[in-house]
């Protein structure tokens, strides 16, 4: 599927993910009143929403300990190209499944959206 990376540690392999290209518009960007949009783009940024499947604990402890508070690197491939950006976390979404035999403690599911700074 997709390498992830943040920084130089290699995360999980995802099930999914979804990559947005998204256009941000001045301060002052608004409808006129014949209703034509007045403004302009400035930016164009990414954001991507991950999702993971069955994951041991350890690999949810490492997808937390690298998608830290703040701001951090991300690396990951889109349409043909390689991109390291800046970027913060939204809510990581943990969904359990427990213990199912051999001792070690699963998670059915993890999610996350990433926005670039």
Known sequence: ????????????????????DEIIWSANTERSSSGSMVGEAIAEKKTLDIKWGVLTEAEVKKIKDNLVKGFFPITFRDMGTTYTITVYR???????????????????????QIVQK
């Open 90 to 112: 939204g809510t990581l979404t943990k969904e359990h499944l427990g213990y199912i035999g051999d001792g070690t403690y699963y998670y059915k599911s993890a999610s996350v």
């Open 1 to 20: 599927m997709a390498t992830l990376k943040c920084g130089s540690t290699t995360l999980p392999e995802p099930t999914e993910l979804s990559t947005s």
